[in-house]
């Protein structure tokens, strides 16, 4: 058996200390479930506390004083008339059922008008509802504005509601949110905000007229539908369906047998449904709501708030907020039902709001004046001045987007709206009922009704929203082409390609990509798909990605060059090996690797492969390197161009150390041995014209000597010519030091002389022997 919702009424005390239950009023009655509910989706019943403030003599304040109560996480002060306002500050602060820590003192927005659903018995002029989270413990006082003669209005009363389940601390409020705002200082002004005519009193129908002819009262409204039966199903919109959890959000209602003609199928729309949470899933606790839905002709345009006056909550009590909205708009308003047709949470998650079908144009209660045509979408948040999340407002887009087009209406446009009653807005303008007014088709709770909700860090979101749920996608560029190589602007491949692209609109407003290439579609990917594969022809191609707004508004990439080619590089030189400077070793002899590799379109890269992997530039056409002496090696190499065309070739070259005593030797030479000699051996001559003569056949050769500051010159023959005179002179001692080499483009018998000059003052030279390569 389901327990029975609890309102209780408590007496108004002086102290924090008593607290009494006078008066219970049961609600009884088991709720029907919408859809299909199951144990976990079962209705949760909330409680509500209301305990009167204590007005002073003069009636230019109320309090309650500090006190100790039942657990709640929402709060409210309410007031008997509806029309009136409190034009000065209510402020509340709370203690944490999770720490016992008090709260400092928490504003209650008052900028609401308890008319937005008038014509009702009970209905109750409010603040705005502020989620506190777990709380036990409250204070509040209310002060009027200075000058204020009528003071504050009658009946005050603290609401505070649990929604029922658990729920999370608040985070630490920032400062910002702690301290009541400045807009409170033109709240006190009666003269800044244009005041809604009392045309329309509690005890009147609600404020908007018909649209139909012949012009009727303008604080009547035609009369709602017939009230269809509670039984629900899903009705297929354009798009695909949402991907929520079941149940499904309510769908339109279809009557029973007993009821009236069935109402036409909800028009499909030209945005795909978000996934929207349902009444069933959050939980609602439906015996609240005993009336029908109201229903409009259409939707020409959404409202945006933002209710709950907290950002510090955990979305994972985003049911339960939603749960308490419900229960106070009901409850402590004396609505009819929860006053949003949809609630946003700040991870983006959208909720069912007031019932009769998320796919139909349900008459809701959120904005003064302009209820008729259109939809109320709150974000639950405080937004004076911080902006909405992300994720917050491109759910919000969404639905806007989707909503309005089921009645072909353009969330970028502009629409014409009814007034329903008298009254202004925050820029004041003034609005006189029966007339009609332009507005943004995505507007502010602002623009229709003088108030700061959505806040200003949200109204000035609200021309990305229009942007996100109508323009084109924007920041479209291609990000990558994969199977191609770039060489400044220009791309090229063999044939093969992936193209990638990124933007700055969500996903979820993008119906579809076209590649092209030259102008035509040769792949087509869903919204969510951000690469698509082409096969290029010989030859160059522009290449472009063609993004299809969910509004059918079309943007096109600015366009990538891409050149399909097959031509392999050429290398004009091939790779040669000779022998360089520098210091010889048994195992590491000094070489040169030269090249020279050419492509006709664009050389990307040469590899060397082996004896070593090294990569190098395009423009690179030789590298240092050393060879084991004694062992013949191959260099591999490739020229890559940046299509992926390559071209192969390689040289080989084994390095020969010919010792001092393998030459023929004139004059006096002294042996000399050392281990940093090669082979631990050299020679040694000071006598002018000493000589040693080598002969070999190889392709390159170098002499290899040590050197000091007092090493002498010789001079050098090739083949029986002079070549050189070589000064061995070095500041720094150096070992097997290879100070001069001499190459030949092919390999042949040569024969290297060396001559001691006999230099004066330091006529000694110490040899080391000579390296050929063969």
Known sequence: MRAQRRIWTTAAVATAAVTGVLVFQGVTGDSTPVGDADAKSAPVEADVHRTPLKTSEDGASASLAQRSTERFSLLGVTWTDPAAKVTGRVEARTRSAATGRWTGWLPLDTEIDGRTEAGRAGVRGT????????????????????????????????????????????????????????????????????????????????????????????????????????????????????????????????????????????????????????????????SLNSESPDYLDKVKAVFVHHTTQTNAYSCADSPAMVRALHTYHVTSKGWKDLGYNFVVDKCGTVFEGRKGGIDRAVMAAHTYGFNRDTAGIAVMGMHTQTPATSAATTAVARVAAWKLGQYKGDPAGTVQLTAGADGGNMAFKKFVAGKQYPFQQISGHRDGFATECPGLGLYNQLPAIRSMAGGSVTGLAIASVTGASASGSTYYTRSAITVGWKTTTPASFVKRYDLLVGGKPVATVKGDVTSAPATLALGRHSVQVRAVHQSGKVTTSAAATVVAERTAPTFSAKPALTLRTGTVNTGAVPLTLKWKATDTAALKEVRLTAPVARTYGPTTGSASHTAKAGAATAWRMTAYDRAGNTAAASVSGTPVILQETAAKRTGKWTAKSSGSYLGGRSLTSGAKNASLTWTFTGRSVSWVVSRAATSGQAYVYVDGKKAATVDLKSATTKYRDAIWTRSWPTSAKHTVKIVVVGTKGRPDLTTDGLVYLK
């Open 127 to 286: 603040t705005e509802p502020r989620w506190v989270g777990p709380s036990n413990g409250v204070e509040v006082r209310v002060n009027a504005a200075d000058g204020v003669r009528a003071g504050l209005p009658a009946g005050l009363r603290l609401d505070t509601v649990d929604p029922g389940g658990a729920t999370t601390p608040l985070a630490a409020e920032p400062a910002a949110f702690t301290a009541a705002p400045a807009a409170f200082a033109a709240e006190e002004t009666p003269s800044q905000e244009p005041t809604p005519s009392d045309a329309s009193s509690p005890e009147e129908p609600p404020e908007e007229p018909s649209p139909e002819p012949p012009a009727p009262d303008p604080t009547t409204e035609s009369p709602a539908p017939p009230p269809p039966s509670p039984t629900l199903s899903q009705t297929p919109t354009a798009g695909p369906s949402p991907t929520t959890a079941s149940p499904k959000p309510s769908a339109s209602p279809q009557p029973t047998a007993s009821s009236t003609p069935p109402l036409p199928p909800a028009p499909p729309s030209t945005a795909p449904q978000p996934p929207i949470v349902s009444r069933v899933a959050w939980k609602a606790d439906e």
